[in-house]
């Protein structure tokens, strides 16, 4: 399955109202910030990456680890995409990398999955 340029989410309206009323949680070394939106999108969820250049100085090193959760997140998408299909729910959500050293990409993979994970479950509980 690919990760398509459409299911990423470039709105910066939108970015901005997820910082500002998104719900999020914590699964080291990740934050996902999420929000149910009713724009029309061609797939069910939307997302983005960041990671703190406060963090890593150099690009070369931020852009590695969101390669590495952009992949994770492609292998695991089906996770959300099942419970978002079944009740017609659109969502816009950020994966934020908060450690301040790299990480292999088993423990990514495992964090993105847990992440996903937890966002199912939540999603399930919605009306």
Known sequence: MRFRK???LCSR???EELFGNGNS???FPLRTVWIVTDQVMPFP???TTTVSS???KKAVTRNLIKRRIREAYRKKKEI???PLSEKGIKLALIIQ?????VR???TIEKAVQDSLGKLSATIRRLT
Do not use: G
Not at 97 to 101: H, K, L, S, T, W
């Open 80 to 82: 959300i995409y099942t």
């Open 54 to 56: 406060r963090h890593f």
């Open 6 to 8: 459409t299911e990423r």
């Open 45 to 47: 969820a939307q997302m």
């Open 97 to 101: 990398y908060v450690d301040r050293e």
């Open 25 to 27: 949680f914590f699964c």
């Open 104 to 106: 292999d990409y088993a």
């Open 13 to 15: 309206k939108l970015i």
